[in-house]
C-alpha cells in the first residue's frame, strides 16, 4: 500500500516524520502541503476517514494562525468556514498528515505510527 504523505519540507517535524518512513521502507507519494494545500472536501473526508475532530487538522503553533488570531476567530466560524480557511493556505493546516487506506494521522507520534504502519 502506498500513502499519501502531506508535508511541509523545511518542517523539522516533518523531516523527522519522512527520515521514519524511509527508515521503515514505507513507500509513500509526497504531497507539499502548501504549494498543494488540502481542499475544504479533502479535509472533510479526511476528518470522517479519520474519525479525528476537526481541531487535528488545525496548525494552532504556527504563525500565521497567531498572526490572524485564529484562536478566537474559529470557534465562532462553522466546521464547513473552518475547512474552507484551512483551504485557503496550507500553513494554517496541522503537518505532516499521513493519509491511509482506513485512517488518517495528524502530526508525528512515533507511537500512532507504529500503531497503523508496523
Request: proline letters at 4%; aromatic letters at 10%.
Amino acid at each position: 500500500m502506498k500513502y499519501l504523505f502531506l508535508e511541509y519540507p523545511k518542517c523539522s517535524t516533518c523531516q523527522k516524520a519522512r527520515r521514519w518512513l524511509e527508515e521503515h521502507q514505507i513507500e509513500f507519494t509526497a504531497r507539499h502541503i502548501v504549494e498543494a494545500n488540502p481542499t475544504a472536501e479533502e479535509l472533510a473526508f479526511w476528518q470522517i476517514k479519520g474519525t479525528l475532530p476537526l481541531k487535528r487538522f488545525i496548525n494552532t503553533s504556527g504563525l500565521l494562525y497567531k498572526s490572524l488570531g485564529l484562536k478566537d476567530k474559529l470557534p465562532l466560524l462553522s466546521e464547513d468556514e473552518q475547512r474552507h480557511l484551512l483551504a485557503s493556505n496550507g500553513m494554517l493546516v496541522k503537518r505532516p498528515i499521513l493519509v491511509g487506506e482506513d485512517f488518517v494521522l495528524t502530526g508525528f507520534k512515533e507511537q500512532e505510527w507504529q500503531k497503523h504502519l508496523l
